[in-house]
């Protein structure tokens, strides 16, 4: 398998502009989470979904962000409009229950896109 | 709520020297506990976790981590450090037993020469 695969890598915009982070995750897997990294507040989760629907968003920041997950294989993230404040490390991880009560918990992350607002 | 703390945001170790990386977590329920390891620029990777069973988990790289109830402690060890090994740690637990994670704040391990 390919891992979860996040697109594109590196982003850099102005500010004001609107911004779509892509994130495909592991076939199979059921869970998917959305990551904000910076040197001042760590690793935060953003979002999450299970079987495309969001369950917790209580991490997104502010309703500049937006996510969705239109179907297993796809997550967006969006800020609009971004501001400087919004330049971290971004990350998309997944997760796969299983079947029955127990699941490995265990999630997988994509390398990130580094985004960038000026 | 449950939290994570990682005593330490930098250790740094001789090469062949115990690797010793502090995590310790407050948790109403039986928690989840995972180590996690990132490499620069690039994403993180699972090294060990516990969910039930054994207390002391084997990882990959050599690495190991014992569940402690009593002292709240998921400590990471490895008995010799390898150059390899530089990276930053996160230590995490499951919130509340689901797939929701709190991370601590990371520790960044540097291995001289």
């Known amino acids: 398998d390919a891992g979860v695969i996040q697109s594109p890598r590196h982003e850099v915009t102005e500010m004001g502009q609107e911004v779509t982070l892509r994130c495909k995750p592991i076939?199979?897997?059921?869970?998917l989470f959305w990551y904000r990294q910076t040197m001042m507040r760590g690793l935060e989760l953003l979002i999450y979904?299970?079987?495309?629907?969001?369950?917790?968003d209580s991490g997104m920041p502010e309703d500049r962000f937006s996510a969705k997950m239109p179907n297993a294989s796809f997550s967006t993230l969006k800020i609009q409009p971004s501001e400087p404040r919004d330049s971290a490390v971004y990350f998309c991880?997944?997760?796969?229950?299983?079947?029955?009560?127990?699941?490995?918990?265990?999630?997988?992350f994509g390398p990130g896109t580094r985004l960038t607002v000026t | 709520a449950q939290s994570v703390t990682q005593l330490g945001s930098h250790v740094s170790v001789s090469e062949g020297a115990l690797v010793l990386l502090r995590c310790n977590y407050s948790s109403s329920v039986p928690p989840y506990l995972f180590w996690y390891v990132q490499y620069p620029n690039q994403g993180l990777q699972l090294l060990l976790k516990y969910t039930t069973g054994a207390t002391l988990v084997k990882g990959i790289n050599g690495f190991e981590a014992e569940f402690k109830k009593s002292e709240t402690s998921f400590h990471l060890t490895k008995p010799s450090a390898h150059m390899s090994d530089a990276a930053e740690y996160f230590c995490a637990v499951s919130e509340g037993g689901t797939y929701k994670y709190i991370f601590g704040t990371g520790t960044r391990l540097k291995v001289l020469a």
């Open positions: 076939s199979g897997h059921d869970y």
């Open positions: 979904f299970n079987n495309n629907v969001p369950i917790d």
């Open positions: 991880a997944s997760s796969f229950r299983g079947f029955g009560a127990s699941g490995s918990y265990e999630q997988y």
